[in-house]
């Protein structure tokens, strides 16, 4: 088992905390800045994220700069006890700058160049900005590096966005020189004889544009690549001056919620914690399940983007949010779930977006801690004090990580050509909701699960799946065949191994590459609108089939089960090839998930896979983390009724009991619960 590094290097111990903008209040700081204190100790808040917007008040002018105030807050919250995490500013820029140098402004693809306002909408190629941006990370750098308040860095605020300006556009050309070589390679790759597309000079590029080229696939998955690519460098640009200046101090960038934008797997290798924002829609009803298993999805990847380590949940809303269509009250129960379930999945963190709720602007009624009641006696801030509370109470498990063996593939160059390809349902070929309804099945059979992508390591897991790969990346083919000849079992499903890296399809059929893992040809592909099911039975069992169904022939695979309807009747629906030591499975069909439970019951047991808990009621979902310390199984009603539970022996950290056996668990309610192998009941 794995034992981590604290997310700070000097707190061994659950953070708890959020965005502070005590600048916002400068004007009445000294009865505000005061109250914040003693309501952060109140709450059990032992870390403020703060100078994320701050950047017009550090430099109000160019090169006139104003660090006293974050000189007293910084202090403040060390006298406090309360560590910073603290900011690099380029999340939102000052007017003046735009003003002065329009370069740092960005265009849209229709080349309209934009105007100041809103915020992540810099040019990240623009030399002005880096410089600036480089500027004023190496002041702060400078000033706080020595800062007993100073944990970590925060750098930006949720990266996102694109810029198609002029210096954009050399910098996209240079990307494709260095990606291609030659125009001609590039033409070839691109298939650009089509349409007589093919450029004579790398000068002659566009990024795609509705009033340009918005047709050509691999320009824009190359656009997509390269925009992603922006943001690593950017980021490693924002860095270099910190860990030159403060080497021992971890960095980290908000992600977003399934954000399309950056290929958050190669960004993660930049990062020293994985960390995101999670706003789900809780609604107090059945439809919580759903947000229950979203959010673990998402947990899950975000780890899985740190290098499955614990990662940080940086932003959270402790009530209701002001930007949802609707935005319902948070249910009472609702809060500790949703820190708990972050906690669960290998959060080290519940930080909320944001302290004190603002008095104007456009987040003015977004959940905060502290309301514009300003007072302790709300709800809310009763709920965030129980969650600091109960985060001391379980503080052990800071450190421990989930362990699986059960893996599952998301991959961002397959989402971004998937939402591009012309083919089959070309309003939604839903890879996203096919990745949810695999990872649900899993969960919903008491797993674990790893979210990794086609550049991950296959050889810590038993079970690999890769849901509708349609592109395959080079090398990937090659570490499947490698993992199932060694014992591994691999889950492929229909549109797999269609296109290579560059988005050209395989010649000789698909599964391109994966065919002989597979040992099946995948010949042609129906596309079924809503009207329309078909059906196969397996082990004794009618499934419906739905949107996609792939006509198969088992080569070296056998047939588990086959279509009974349409002119494919009778052709293979699940296919199981055998490989070396290991197994390699074909789902042709889309199917429901009762299909999907059932089928990765049948593959877990044939692996002697048992689950953290078994016969999981609906809407009860577990997960468990471990560490030097213990085994930790974490129970998670997302559901507003009670649900009844079988536990194993274990202690309840959140009270101090023992337990074992039938339980009811409350709505919404949480268990921590140390298993009994890693300690004594009698101790
Ligand atoms: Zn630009």
């Given at each position: 088992?794995?034992?981590?590094?604290?997310?700070?290097?000097?707190?061994?111990?659950?953070?708890?905390?959020?965005?502070?903008?005590?600048?916002?209040?400068?004007?009445?700081?000294?009865?505000?800045?005061?109250?914040?204190?003693?309501?952060?100790?109140?709450?059990?808040?032992?870390?403020?994220?703060?100078?994320?917007?701050?950047?017009?008040?550090?430099?109000?002018?160019?090169?006139?700069?104003?660090?006293?105030?974050?000189?007293?807050?910084?202090?403040?919250?060390?006298?406090?006890?309360?560590?910073?995490?603290?900011?690099?500013?380029?999340?939102?820029?000052?007017?003046?700058?735009?003003?002065?140098?329009?370069?740092?402004?960005?265009?849209?693809?229709?080349?309209?160049?934009?105007?100041?306002?809103?915020r992540h909408n810099h040019c990240l190629t623009s030399p002005v900005y880096r410089e600036k941006v480089r500027?004023?990370?190496?002041?702060?750098?400078?000033?706080?590096?020595?800062?007993?308040?100073?944990?970590?860095?925060?750098?930006?605020?949720?990266?996102?966005?694109?810029?198609?300006?002029?210096?954009?556009?050399?910098?996209?050309?240079?990307?494709?020189?260095?990606?291609?070589?030659?125009?001609?390679?590039?033409?070839?790759?691109?298939?650009?004889?089509?349409?007589?597309?093919?450029?004579?000079?790398?000068?002659?590029?566009?990024?795609?544009?509705?009033?340009?080229?918005?047709?050509?696939?691999?320009?824009?998955?190359?656009?997509?690549?390269?925009?992603?690519?922006?943001?690593?460098?950017?980021?490693?640009?924002?860095?270099?001056?910190?860990?030159?200046?403060?080497?021992?101090?971890?960095?980290?960038?908000?992600?977003?919620?399934?954000?399309?934008?950056?290929?958050?797997?190669?960004?993660?290798?930049?990062?020293?914690?994985?960390?995101?924002?999670?706003?789900?829609?809780?609604?107090?009803?059945?439809?919580?399940?759903?947000?229950?298993?979203?959010?673990?999805?998402?947990?899950?990847?975000?780890?899985?983007?740190?290098?499955?380590?614990?990662f940080m949940m940086m932003e959270s809303s402790p009530s209701a949010v002001n930007w949802h269509p609707i935005?319902?009250?948070?249910?009472?129960?609702?809060?500790?779930?949703?820190?708990?379930?972050?906690?669960?999945?290998?959060?080290?963190?519940?930080?909320?977006?944001?302290?004190?709720?603002?008095?104007?602007?456009?987040?003015?009624?977004?959940?905060?801690?502290?309301?514009?009641?300003?007072?302790?006696?709300?709800?809310?801030?009763?709920?965030?004090?129980?969650?600091?509370?109960?985060?001391?109470?379980?503080?052990?498990?800071?450190?421990?990580?989930?362990?699986?063996?059960?893996?599952?593939?998301?991959?961002?160059?397959?989402?971004?050509?998937?939402?591009?390809?012309?083919?089959?349902?070309?309003?939604?070929?839903?890879?996203?909701?096919?990745?949810?309804?695999?990872?649900?099945?899993?969960?919903?059979?008491?797993?674990?699960?790893?979210?990794?992508?086609?550049?991950?390591?296959?050889?810590?897991?038993?079970?690999?799946?890769?849901?509708?790969?349609?592109?395959?990346?080079?090398?990937?083919?090659?570490?499947?065949?490698?993992?199932?000849?060694?014992?591994?079992?691999?889950?492929?499903?229909?549109?797999?191994?269609?296109?290579?890296?560059?988005?050209?399809?395989?010649?000789?059929?698909?599964?391109?590459?994966?065919?002989?893992?597979?040992?099946?040809?995948?010949?042609?592909?129906?596309?079924?609108?809503?009207?329309?099911?078909?059906?196969?039975?397996?082990?004794?069992?009618?499934?419906?089939?739905?949107?996609?169904?792939?006509?198969?022939?088992?080569?070296?695979?056998?047939?588990?089960?086959?279509?009974?309807?349409?002119?494919?009747?009778?052709?293979?629906?699940?296919?199981?090839?055998?490989?070396?030591?290991?197994?390699?499975?074909?789902?042709?069909?889309?199917?429901?998930?009762?299909?999907?439970?059932?089928?990765?019951?049948?593959?877990?047991?044939?692996?002697?896979?048992?689950?953290?808990?078994?016969?999981?009621?609906?809407?009860?979902?577990?997960?468990?983390?471990?560490?030097?310390?213990?085994?930790?199984?974490?129970?998670?009603?997302?559901?507003?009724?009670?649900?009844?539970?079988?536990?194993?022996?274990?202690?309840?950290?959140?009270?101090?009991?023992?337990?074992?056996?039938?339980?009811?668990?409350?709505?919404?309610?949480?268990?921590?619960?140390?298993?009994?192998?890693?300690?004594?009941?009698?101790?």
């Amino acid at each position: 088992m794995a034992q981590y590094p604290p997310i700070m290097p000097d707190m061994p111990v659950l953070l708890h905390g959020g965005d502070y903008n005590p600048e916002q209040w400068i004007k009445m700081k000294d009865t505000i800045w005061p109250q914040d204190m003693e309501l952060a100790k109140k709450a059990g808040v032992n870390t403020l994220s703060v100078g994320i917007f701050s950047w017009s008040m550090l430099e109000p002018e160019e090169g006139v700069y104003h660090f006293e105030w974050l000189d007293e807050v910084m202090d403040m919250l060390a006298k406090n006890g309360i560590k910073a995490i603290l900011a690099t500013p380029s999340g939102a820029r000052p007017a003046w700058m735009a003003e002065k140098y329009p370069e740092v402004l960005r265009m849209d693809a229709m080349r309209h160049k934009q105007l100041f306002g809103a915020r992540h909408n810099h040019c990240l190629t623009s030399p002005v900005y880096r410089e600036k941006v480089r500027q004023i990370n190496t002041l702060l750098a400078t000033r706080y590096k020595d800062h007993p308040a100073l944990g970590m860095w925060h750098i930006s605020n949720e990266y996102g966005g694109e810029c198609h300006c002029p210096l954009c556009q050399d910098a996209f050309r240079k990307w494709l020189k260095a990606r291609y070589g030659t125009i001609e390679n590039m033409n070839d790759q691109f298939w650009n004889t089509f349409w007589s597309h093919r450029y004579s000079s790398f000068e002659q590029v566009e990024s795609p544009s509705p009033i340009g080229e918005n047709w050509n696939l691999a320009l824009s998955l190359a656009w997509r690549r390269f925009t992603s690519d922006q943001f690593c460098d950017f980021y490693s640009h924002e860095i270099a001056p910190l860990k030159e200046i403060t080497p021992d101090i971890p960095c980290t960038a908000n992600l977003m919620d399934f954000f399309p934008g950056i290929d958050y797997f190669k960004f993660g290798k930049l990062l020293d914690r994985a960390s995101w924002d999670n706003y789900p829609p809780w609604t107090g009803d059945e439809r919580d399940k759903e947000s229950a298993l979203h959010t673990a999805i998402m947990h899950d990847i975000i780890r899985g983007v740190g290098g499955q380590k614990p990662f940080m949940m940086m932003e959270s809303s402790p009530s209701a949010v002001n930007w949802h269509p609707i935005n319902r009250l948070r249910q009472p129960g609702i809060l500790m779930l949703q820190s708990l379930q972050a906690i669960a999945h290998g959060s080290d963190t519940v930080q909320y977006f944001q302290f004190r709720k603002g008095l104007g602007s456009s987040e003015q009624y977004h959940g905060a801690i502290v309301g514009h009641d300003n007072s302790d006696q709300s709800r809310i801030f009763r709920e965030v004090s129980e969650v600091g509370h109960t985060l001391g109470k379980i503080s052990e498990v800071t450190g421990s990580a989930p362990e699986s063996k059960v893996a599952l593939i998301y991959d961002w160059d397959n989402l971004w050509i998937l939402n591009e390809a012309q083919f089959g349902n070309n309003e939604n070929k839903k890879y996203i909701e096919t990745v949810k309804d695999h990872y649900a099945a899993w969960k919903q059979l008491g797993y674990n699960v790893d979210m990794i992508d086609q550049t991950g390591d296959l050889t810590p897991y038993q079970i690999v799946c890769g849901p509708m790969l349609y592109l395959l990346k080079d090398g990937f083919a090659e570490k499947v065949q490698a993992f199932v000849e060694k014992g591994g079992t691999y889950v492929a499903t229909y549109i797999t191994g269609w296109v290579n890296e560059e988005n050209l399809a395989h010649l000789g059929g698909y599964p391109g590459p994966l065919r002989n893992v597979l040992g099946i040809w995948d010949e042609e592909t129906d596309t079924l609108d809503d009207t329309r099911k078909n059906h196969f039975t397996y082990n004794g069992k009618s499934y419906a089939c739905k949107d996609v169904c792939a006509l198969v022939h088992a080569e070296s695979a056998k047939p588990l089960a086959s279509y009974e309807e349409y002119f494919y009747q009778g052709m293979p629906a699940l296919t199981k090839n055998t490989l070396g030591k290991g197994q390699a499975y074909y789902i042709a069909a889309r199917t429901d998930r009762d299909f999907l439970r059932a089928f990765y019951a049948d593959v877990a047991a044939e692996k002697s896979l048992t689950p953290l808990m078994k016969n999981l009621p609906d809407g009860v979902l577990c997960t468990e983390r471990s560490g030097d310390k213990g085994d930790y199984l974490f129970v998670m009603n997302t559901q507003p009724e009670e649900r009844t539970i079988t536990l194993p022996a274990g202690l309840n950290l959140r009270t101090d009991e023992a337990m074992e056996g039938e339980y009811t668990l409350n709505g919404y309610e949480v268990l921590v619960l140390k298993r009994l192998s890693s300690y004594s009941l009698h101790s």
